[in-house]
């Protein structure tokens, strides 16, 4: 009897194990990418082609953050640049990007740490302590998450194409104002630099 | 007699399935070694004490804080891994670019830098968790202009560990990460047309 009994916690315990084991493998799905001529704004200079795409339904960064950035004071842009030229590379670095308000001075866009940083401090609620570690769990996931679905610095050579978001802060409680956002973009081994401006 | 036995014969399962889920894990950390072909030119590598010293901290006093100590791992591991993809390669401590630096016959200067790590969490100590480590290259030729800019991804997995042998998978973890990227960093420079253009 006391056997059966151990036995039976023994398979109970494992089955939770598993089940929360699975719970955080669950994966986040990506953002659907498609030609930069796709998104709500772009534009083309010398056989490049960039989109942007500012995602600020709700529902959509629940879907692919499992958060509400906004609440957090960001607004993630998917950006994709394609080099559409038949010869010549071009560089994207990443620390080049500027953006600001469409009528003023230009910032640099935080990076997926920084917003994930303001994701962390505002994420774990008080709670009972046999919630803690799932709360801990999903925001490290959110946070990391955020990191891998980054835009990063990259080469563009001849076809290729690159994508990522861009966290780009705004207001928290308040309409965001349109946001210029200024690409830089180098010719590989050379001085000559394409700037790509895009207002959304 | 069998009854009794059951739930110690649950447990060798159990642990028998942890410890091969473990070895399978581990093994999907290692990756594919670049291409035999090595490419014909002489290489500095930039590895500044600022670079080998790299750490990121995570987390809060909320969570689990830890801290990845990515800069000391990658300093043994990236000669090794790119002297497969060039002819010749030599360590510097500092940028042939910069005023107190020896003079070199480098055709190019491989310069890296750490842009961030990501880890998820565990909610029990048999949880696998996943860690990514982001390093960014910057690649410039004799005349300093740069001719090629990529960020590459090392990733691996681990379990989160408990309390005695948490440390020790988070050395597993980072190790492992870091070596994923020195290998996918040959991978890339290997392939890319940027550098194969400027070999004789």
């Given at each position: 009897?006391?056997?059966?009994?151990?036995?039976?916690?023994?398979?109970?315990?494992?089955?939770?194990?598993?089940?929360?084991?699975?719970?955080?493998?669950?994966?986040?799905?990506?953002?659907?990418?498609?030609?930069?001529?796709?998104?709500?704004?772009?534009?083309?200079?010398?056989?490049?082609?960039?989109?942007?795409?500012?995602?600020?339904?709700?529902?959509?960064?629940?879907?692919?953050?499992?958060?509400?950035?906004?609440?957090?004071?960001?607004?993630?842009?998917?950006?994709?640049?394609?080099?559409?030229?038949?010869?010549?590379?071009?560089?994207?670095?990443?620390?080049?990007?500027?953006?600001?308000?469409?009528?003023?001075?230009?910032?640099?866009?935080?990076?997926?740490?920084?917003?994930?940083?303001?994701?962390?401090?505002?994420?774990?609620?008080?709670?009972?302590?046999?919630?803690?570690?799932?709360?801990?769990?999903?925001?490290?996931?959110?946070?990391?998450?955020?990191?891998?679905?980054?835009?990063?610095?990259?080469?563009?050579?001849?076809?290729?194409?690159?994508?990522?978001?861009?966290?780009?802060?705004?207001?928290?409680?308040?309409?965001?104002?349109?946001?210029?956002?200024?690409?830089?973009?180098?010719?590989?081994g050379?001085?000559?630099?394409?700037?790509?401006?895009?207002?959304? | 007699?069998?009854?009794?036995?059951?739930?110690?014969?649950?447990?060798?399962?159990?642990?028998?399935?942890?410890?091969?889920?473990?070895?399978?894990?581990?093994?999907?950390?290692?990756?594919?070694?670049?291409?035999?072909?090595?490419?014909?030119?002489?290489?500095?590598?930039?590895?500044?004490?600022?670079?080998?010293?790299?750490?990121?901290?995570?987390?809060?006093?909320?969570?689990?804080?830890?801290?990845?100590?990515?800069?000391?791992?990658?300093?043994?591991?990236?000669?090794?891994?790119?002297?497969?993809?060039?002819?010749?390669?030599?360590?510097?401590?500092?940028?042939?670019?910069?005023?107190?630096?020896?003079?070199?016959?480098?055709q190019v200067v491989?310069?890296?830098?750490?842009?961030?790590?990501?880890?998820?969490?565990?909610?029990?100590?048999?949880?696998?968790?996943?860690?990514?480590?982001?390093?960014?290259?910057?690649v410039k030729d004799a005349s300093g202009k740069t001719v090629w800019?990529?960020?590459?991804?090392?990733?691996?997995?681990?379990?989160?560990?408990?309390?005695?042998?948490?440390?020790?998978?988070?050395?597993?973890?980072?190790?492992?990460?870091?070596?994923?990227?020195?290998?996918?960093?040959?991978?890339?420079?290997?392939?890319?047309?940027?550098?194969?253009?400027l070999?004789?």
């Amino acid at each position: 009897m006391v056997t059966n009994n151990l036995a039976s916690i023994v398979r109970t315990m494992t089955a939770l194990l598993l089940a929360s084991s699975l719970c955080v493998a669950s994966t986040i799905p990506d953002y659907p990418v498609s030609h930069p001529g796709d998104y709500a704004v772009s534009t083309r200079a010398a056989g490049l082609s960039i989109g942007v795409q500012p995602v600020e339904d709700p529902k959509d960064q629940e879907t692919y953050f499992r958060a509400e950035l906004k609440a957090k004071g960001f607004v993630p842009v998917f950006v994709v640049i394609q080099n559409e030229a038949s010869e010549g590379s071009f560089l994207f670095d990443k620390t080049k990007v500027t953006y600001g308000p469409a009528d003023s001075t230009l910032s640099t866009p935080k990076t997926g740490s920084r917003g994930a940083d303001a994701f962390a401090a505002a994420a774990i609620p008080f709670v009972g302590i046999f919630a803690v570690p799932k709360i801990i769990s999903n925001a490290a996931e959110v946070q990391h998450n955020l990191l891998k679905k980054e835009v990063q610095s990259t080469t563009l050579s001849p076809g290729k194409s690159l994508h990522g978001f861009l966290y780009i802060p705004v207001p928290k409680d308040a309409p965001r104002e349109k946001i210029h956002l200024r690409v830089p973009i180098t010719r590989a081994g050379a001085d000559e630099t394409l700037v790509l401006d895009l207002v959304f | 007699m069998l009854p009794r036995r059951y739930p110690f014969c649950f447990f060798v399962v159990l642990i028998a399935t942890l410890l091969i889920s473990e070895a399978l894990v581990t093994a999907d950390a290692q990756t594919v070694p670049p291409p035999d072909t090595k490419l014909a030119l002489k290489a500095a590598l930039v590895v500044t004490p600022e670079f080998c010293a790299t750490k990121f901290t995570k987390g809060s006093w909320a969570t689990v804080k830890e801290t990845f100590e990515v800069g000391k791992i990658a300093c043994a591991e990236l000669e090794p891994a790119l002297q497969k993809v060039f002819s010749s390669l030599t360590s510097v401590t500092v940028a042939p670019s910069s005023g107190n630096a020896p003079s070199t016959d480098a055709q190019v200067v491989l310069t890296p830098r750490f842009v961030d790590v990501g880890a998820g969490v565990g909610v029990t100590a048999f949880s696998n968790r996943e860690m990514d480590v982001f390093l960014e290259w910057t690649v410039k030729d004799a005349s300093g202009k740069t001719v090629w800019i990529e960020t590459v991804q090392g990733s691996s997995k681990h379990h989160m560990g408990n309390v005695f042998t948490h440390s020790k998978n988070l050395k597993l973890i980072v190790s492992d990460s870091v070596r994923d990227a020195a290998q996918q960093s040959a991978i890339k420079m290997s392939s890319a047309v940027e550098l194969r253009s400027l070999t004789p």
